[in-house]
């Protein structure tokens, strides 16, 4: 779920401001489904790390693996240069 105006591309997150792992993978369940192997596909989300802390990010990362290895945490800037070179949008 993404737009694009002109070349810049933003995300909305979704959950937003969450510290409950299951909510992250409830939310995003759709977009996880939506993965056929043939193109990525990009989430984006929004926790309170200060409550959600090393643990909670470890137990987020255990369950995503439990539903596929193909997940891949990265930052923000890795993010949209994987995103852009994926959608040829790359500036």
């Known amino acids: 779920m993404f ?7 933003f995300f909305p997150v979704y959950p937003c ?4 792992v299951d909510e992250i993978i409830r939310k995003n369940r759709g977009a996880i489904a939506s993965y056929n192997g043939k ?7 929004q926790c309170e790390s200060w409550k959600m ?6 137990e987020l990362k255990a369950k995503l693996d439990r539903i596929s290895k193909n ?21």
């Open 71 to 91: 997940f891949v945490f990265c930052r923000a800037d890795h993010f949209f240069a994987l995103y852009n070179e994926a959608n040829q949008t790359a500036l």
């Open 39 to 45: 193109k990525p596909v990009f989430i984006a989300v």
């Open 53 to 58: 802390g090393l643990a909670g990010i470890s």
């Open 3 to 9: 737009r694009q105006d002109a070349r810049l591309s």
């Open 17 to 20: 401001y969450t510290s409950s």
